[in-house]
């Protein structure tokens, strides 16, 4: 337990030491432009079938006149978890595994057919929990914003990585015994079938507190296909003319680094549950709609042969500096009906009567 303690207390004092500094975010960087390509490979890493990012006659007759890119789309440019993570001048220790906690997103600015992206990062805060299972923990978040060519800011995804001892065998459990009306139904075939609000506005006057945001965004059987998917489009490793560091083990996909984080069997990545949720609102409040924020804790994997559910419910609506605004309980749930990411989303809504 001591090289445990002195393994966490090393990294939150060169991580204190550090908070609110630049972080060199290149490591993580994917993809420097929004083309029609990267847009529409985003689209189908996370199944999201919006004719908004993928119909460019659909999104010509939108109020934005041209294909757009999902908010979550930032994930694509760079998924931000740097700034949470050691230094690169700071090997990562060997006796610390790592998991992905959780998110909170902002959005500012509509990413459009064209905008090419910077990135910036700092480290924000650090601070300790005790896990039944896990032992002491340490949760660093870090912050990265992502700016478009006229050095406007566009988006902040801020994140949470929890670091800990790497278990002995499979520590990570959780409900996973599917209910018997629960059917594994393949996610190709759900990602076709999707129903939308789309052109048909959704109303602020027509929102109510407490009602359930429908329909449910299925996103059926988690296959490795579906974790390859993500892993290759939307977190992309490239081939560099480097020498690769040793101590670097790359993707959170790959199934022999969660088995040493305590995980019984590959997992999906943490920022993929994070998308569905993103899609879950996008589809709820239709093209007339404005995602302003959402945050994902990320409290159990999806463990591959699990069957997922994206869900929600208004919480309260208000109106604030002249918006339309209305917040909303979403989260996932597995087979199980276990709520495995838990998340609060705000969007802007048009009122009737108004362009």
């Known amino acids: 337990m001591a090289e445990v303690e002195n393994a966490l207390d090393e990294f939150e ?55 757009i890119a999902p908010p979550t789309f930032l994930f694509n440019i760079n998924h ?9 001048s700071q090997p990562p220790s060997k006796r610390l595994a790592l998991l992905y906690a959780g998110a909170e997103l902002e959005f500012y600015r509509t990413i459009r ?15 300790r929990k005790q896990s039944m299972s896990l032992g002491p923990m340490l949760f660093a978040t870090g912050e990265a914003r992502y700016y478009n060519q006229e050095k406007e800011l566009v988006g902040v995804i801020r994140t949470t990585v929890a670091h ?40 602020w006057e027509d929102v109510e507190t407490g009602m359930e945001m429908t329909p449910v965004l299925e996103k059926g059987l988690l296959t490795m296909t579906e974790i390859f998917r993500f892993g290759i489009l939307v977190s992309p490793a490239p081939r560099r003319i480097e020498r690769p560091r040793p101590d670097t083990e790359m993707g959170f996909g790959r199934e ?21 949720l993103g899609q879950f609102v996008t589809d709820w409040m239709g093209d007339d709609g404005t995602l302003k924020k959402y945050s994902c804790q990320v409290r159990h994997p999806s463990i591959m042969g699990d069957v997922n559910f994206v869900k929600g419910k208004v919480k309260d609506k208000r ?15 597995n087979q199980a009906g276990l709520v495995t990411a838990p998340g609060l989303a705000t969007v802007s809504l048009p009122r009737k009567g108004e362009k």
């Open 256 to 276: 022999t680094q969660q088995k040493r984080a305590g995980l019984e069997h590959a997992s999906d990545y943490g920022p993929q549950r994070v998308c569905w």
């Open 319 to 333: 109106i604030e500096d002249g918006e339309y605004l209305v917040d909303c309980e979403i989260w996932v749930e």
């Open 164 to 203: 800990y001892k790497p278990p002995q065998g499979h520590a990570v459990r959780f409900k996973r015994e599917s209910r018997p009306e629960i059917e594994m139904k393949s996610p190709d075939i759900l990602a076709y079938e999707r129903q939308r609000r789309g052109v048909e506005p959704r109303y």
């Open 80 to 88: 931000g978890t740097m700034p949470s993570l050691p230094l690169r």
């Open 113 to 127: 057919l064209g905008d090419r992206f910077t990135v910036t990062g700092k480290r924000l805060d650090i601070y």
């Open 13 to 67: 004092r060169e991580y204190r030491a550090s908070i609110g500094k630049e972080v060199d975010m290149n490591p993580q960087r994917f993809l420097v432009e929004a083309t029609l390509d990267n847009i529409r490979n985003f689209a189908d890493a996370v199944g999201d079938s919006n004719p908004l990012w993928i119909d460019e006659e659909y999104a010509a007759r939108s109020r934005f006149g041209m294909i």
